[in-house]
């Protein structure tokens, strides 16, 4: 594998941590890193940046500007605050982009990276999701490469014969269950913070584990597949599959099935797109298949994760629905985790939220450009709050 330059947007969370655990485990002079950003960890930023010798390093939050020059006084390492010195990271020159920034907030700087015809590797759904067509576009004008990095849609990317598109059937992404896979809805309407991040297998941030809790994140990932594979939402099925072990799936028109199977390490996805088109040693566990014996796969049900159907509706209205859908989530989470409204609120939050998008004509505008789908995110999230306050416990 031939030496490449990366720079990571969101090197402080789970997928920049490992991220970097893989760069420091390669080969001397396999990687360079170029810039490194955060949202506001500055003294975690800047300690990564001093142990990679990253030649930038930026944090989204201005106030934690002083704090991160502070912590690199002494060394050569550039560093600014603010969106548009995340920005600027983006377009410096890099064979490689790490895209794992959470939420809305990734679009901007992933567009950049997009723009300059990088590799860009994506943990972050909600650009796709929000602005799908427009980012898909940009993509092939740049002539840049997307390299998805979810698990799932990794494990398609791997499967999915881009030669042999007619005789592709459907693609199944795979879900764990999350934490309330076996409760009843009465129980869910209890669920505290603590239990909803609580997953069974993967180790996440707080807000992606609630997704998962609600399988809102599955209905993310088929929003961002149909356009990541050119697939209608009918195309694209889910099944839950505790063990987490198949990731992905794609059926071909005879009657075959090719699946990635792995161990739950996002690691291994991470690694796959890092090396790209080569393949990387990691440290990860290798799967026995003999000690599993066995693998368990169910339907999602509807009626306890009805984010689902949600997904897939506010895929096929298109416009400005999917920004909807993911705003509103956003919104629901964070109130759900600062105690304000219960689990089951989220999804309810989230389907009001379309409704009324639909009602004030939100939904229906068709974003011409980034601009416009940030403006209807930013009206989606007053739909969302005013959602919730009518949920406030």
């Not at 944090?59 to 550039?78: N, S, Y």
């Not at 560093?79 to 790490?98: L, Q, T």
């Not at 909807?324 to 389907?351: K, P, R, T, Y």
Request: hydrophobic share 50%; charged share 20%; with cysteine.
């Amino acid at each position: 594998m031939s030496a490449r330059t990366v720079t990571i947007l969101g090197a402080t969370g789970s997928v920049g941590r490992a991220t970097l655990d893989l760069i420091e485990r390669a080969p001397d002079g396999a990687f360079e890193v170029v810039a490194l950003t955060a949202n506001s960890q500055a003294e975690d930023l800047a300690q990564l940046a001093i142990r990679t010798q990253a030649r930038f390093c930026a944090v989204a939050d201005p106030e934690a500007g002083q704090a991160l020059a502070a912590a690199l006084k002494g060394t050569a390492i550039r560093n600014a605050a603010g969106p548009d010195a995340v920005c600027e990271a983006a377009r410096m020159s890099a064979d490689w982009v790490m895209a794992a920034i959470v939420g809305a907030a990734g679009l901007p700087p992933t567009l950049e990276a997009v723009r300059r015809g990088a590799a860009v590797a994506f943990a972050n759904k909600e650009a796709l999701v929000c602005a799908g067509d427009l980012f898909m576009t940009a993509a092939r004008e740049a002539g840049a490469r997307l390299l998805p990095v979810d698990s799932e849609h990794n494990a398609i990317f791997q499967a999915f014969d881009e030669q042999q598109r007619a005789g592709i059937r459907q693609i199944i992404l795979t879900a764990s269950g999350g934490p309330f896979r076996d409760w009843s809805l009465e129980q869910m309407g209890q669920a505290s913070p603590a239990q909803a991040v609580a997953h069974p297998t993967w180790s996440m941030g707080a807000k992606i584990s609630v997704d998962s809790a609600t399988m809102m994140n599955k209905g993310l990932e088929i929003i961002e597949a149909c356009h990541l594979f050119g697939l209608a939402q009918t195309e694209v099925d889910v099944l839950v599959h505790p063990d987490s072990i198949v990731h992905g799936l794609v059926e071909y028109v005879d009657g075959g099935m090719l699946a990635q199977l792995g161990m739950p390490d996002m690691r291994t996805p991470i690694a796959h797109a890092l090396a790209w088109p080569d393949r990387l040693e990691t440290p990860v566990e290798r799967l026995d298949l003999a000690k599993l014996s066995q693998l368990t796969f169910e339907a999602p049900d509807p009626v306890r994760f009805p984010a689902l159907g949600l997904a897939r509706a506010a895929f096929d209205a298109g416009r400005g629905a999917p920004a909807i859908f993911n705003a509103a989530n956003e919104v629901a989470v964070a109130a759900f985790l600062n105690g304000q409204i219960g689990f089951l609120d989220i999804a309810a939050c989230v389907s009001d939220s379309l409704e009324r998008g639909e009602a004030d004509g939100v939904a229906s505008v068709q974003p011409s450009g980034f601009e416009a789908v940030l403006d209807v995110d930013r009206q989606a999230r007053r739909l969302a709050m005013d959602a919730v306050k009518q949920r406030v416990r």
